[in-house]
């Protein structure tokens, strides 16, 4: 049973646009979130994280909302870019990020069209 | 560089036999990660290791699987008898402490092919 879901597996969007990727939880314990990037052949790199205690965090171009209630996070990349196309993906934790695992979701592959 | 390296990059092997699998972290990160993407699969968690000793093995999928790591740095992965759903990329990561203020960072993986 997924803890952490993404369910859009791809997602095209015109350069300059928005790009908003969203993400489903079911574990209310879950405390801390974080967003990672991933190019074809390359590792994950972290892009931005949440705690719980906000319902927003800010960097740059990236945004990432998080609404408890519902269960929900979201990322938003304002303006996207043709670098910005990559899969990302959607990770939780219920340790604050101090410890443990990360639970990841399958990804979205985001493409920014020129 | 001073990034997490994996190796090998790429492995294929004979469905039984044992393979093994080695992770460098960033020099200086207490904590480091297994987790295995399988195709069209998330990152599913595997291992973490906290220094030398791993709190949590709850990810091993099987006892076939075993992860140690020495001198609080390179972690090997070893999996036993290999079968094909082995067949995965394997990722390595760490990160200072935990990741709430120092996020994973991982290597570019191993491609395991079992065949």
């Known amino acids: 049973d997924q803890q952490v879901k993404q369910n859009s597996p791809s997602l095209s969007v015109q350069e300059g646009r928005i790009s908003i990727l969203n993400c489903d939880y079911t574990?209310?314990?879950?405390?801390?979130f974080l967003w990672y990037k991933k190019y074809p052949a390359e590792g994950p790199t972290f892009l931005i994280s949440?705690?719980?205690?906000?319902d927003k965090n800010e960097d740059g171009r990236f945004t990432v909302f998080l609404n408890k209630s519902a269960k929900h996070l979201s990322l938003h990349i304002v303006p996207s870019q043709p670098g910005d196309s990559a899969v990302y993906f959607c990770?939780?934790?219920?340790?604050?990020?101090?410890?443990?695992?990360?639970?990841f979701g399958k990804g979205t592959k985001l493409s920014v069209k020129p | 560089g001073a990034g997490v390296s994996q190796s090998p990059s790429n492995k294929v092997t004979e469905k039984g036999k044992d393979v093994e699998l080695r992770c460098d972290p960033i020099?200086?990160?207490?904590?480091l990660y297994w987790y295995r993407q399988r195709l069209g699969q998330g990152l599913e968690f595997l291992i973490y290791?906290?220094?030398?000793?791993?709190?949590?093995k709850s990810g091993l999928p099987s006892d076939r699987f075993s992860a140690e790591r020495t001198g609080e740095s390179v972690s090997t992965l070893t999996i036993q008898r290999t079968q094909q759903e082995d067949s995965a990329v394997y990722l390595c990561?760490?990160?200072?402490?935990?990741?709430?203020?120092?996020?994973?960072?991982f290597g570019n993986g191993t491609r395991l092919t079992v065949t």
């Open positions: 949440i705690s719980s205690i906000k």
């Open positions: 574990n209310s314990m879950f405390d801390y």
């Open positions: 020099s200086g990160h207490t904590a």
């Open positions: 290791f906290q220094g030398n000793s791993a709190p949590d």
């Open positions: 990561a760490s990160s200072l402490q935990g990741f709430g203020n120092s996020p994973l960072h």
């Open positions: 990770a939780a934790s219920e340790y604050g990020g101090s410890q443990g695992n990360l639970i």
